[in-house]
């Protein structure tokens, strides 16, 4: 909506003051998503101890792994925080970050 038809004629424009929501909602707006391979490091790691591992050392959050099926080693298969899953190397990484070079 058009912050004219939200507020009156006059009326000064809104702030952040008081909407925290609000606030971290922009700054995620500077995030992106990208993906990278996990690599032979990552191979054998536990999704959690990588997610744990991501954001305290780079600050990027992985919300997502593209890896092979075991049933057919040429397909994908997507999942959102993997819970139960160890890291292959050749396992692919959803990743938000701020850039590329951070991911």
């Given at each position: ?15 952040l ?23 032979k ?48 190397s ?14």
């Amino acid at each position: 909506l058009k912050a004219s038809a939200t507020r009156p004629d006059g009326a000064p424009p809104p702030t952040l003051a008081g909407r925290e929501w609000l606030a971290e909602y922009a700054r995620g707006c500077g995030q992106e998503m990208y993906t990278i391979t996990a690599g032979k490091r990552m191979g054998g790691v536990p999704w959690l101890d990588a997610v744990g591992a991501a954001w305290n050392k780079y600050h990027v959050l992985l919300i997502g792994v593209n890896a092979v099926t075991w049933q057919n080693a040429s397909r994908r298969r997507l999942s959102l925080n993997p819970t139960q899953h160890v890291l292959r190397s050749e396992d692919k990484l959803l990743v938000i970050a701020a850039d590329r070079s951070a991911a």
